[in-house]
Nanobody
Framework: QVQLVESGGGLVQAGGSLRLSCVVS????????ANWYRQAPGKQRELVAT???????NYADSVKGRFTISLENAKNTLYLQMNSLKPEDTAVYSC??????????????WGQGTQVTVSS
């Protein structure tokens, strides 16, 4: 029932920036934690960044200092600001959000993924 819609992917040159968005829709009481994953062709899905409702963040070593995850609860929107992009950042990026439904129960949903391509 809870749906995630991503946007913001595209093609950029190395050193450039992109901002990914993930809008959570449905009857949601709260978002407790959210994550950004990425998967390159032939590679396993990799956890890139996490954030809790309290604002605690964690990042993969490969993106520390370059990526910033944030959560705007009023809009039920998750963001990933990506700066100083490198070719190795090329992947399909997907959001994953866990929380509580409005009336009862929890949810854990995935977005459809958005392609990020970084050229040299």
């Amino acid at each position: 029932q809870v749906q995630l819609v991503e946007s913001g992917g595209g093609l950029v040159q190395a050193g450039g920036s992109l901002r990914l968005s993930c809008v959570v829709s449905g009857l949601i009481r709260s978002i407790d934690a959210a994550n950004w994953y990425r998967q390159a062709p032939g590679k396993q899905r990799e956890l890139v960044a996490t954030i809790t409702s309290g604002g605690i963040t964690n990042y993969a070593d490969s993106v520390k200092g370059r990526f910033t995850i944030s959560l705007e609860n009023a809009k039920n929107t998750l963001y990933l600001q990506m700066n100083s992009l490198k070719p190795e950042d090329t992947a399909v990026y997907s959001c994953n959000v866990q929380g509580r439904r409005l009336f009862a129960g929890n949810f854990a949903s995935w977005g459809q993924g958005t392609q990020v391509t970084v050229s040299s």
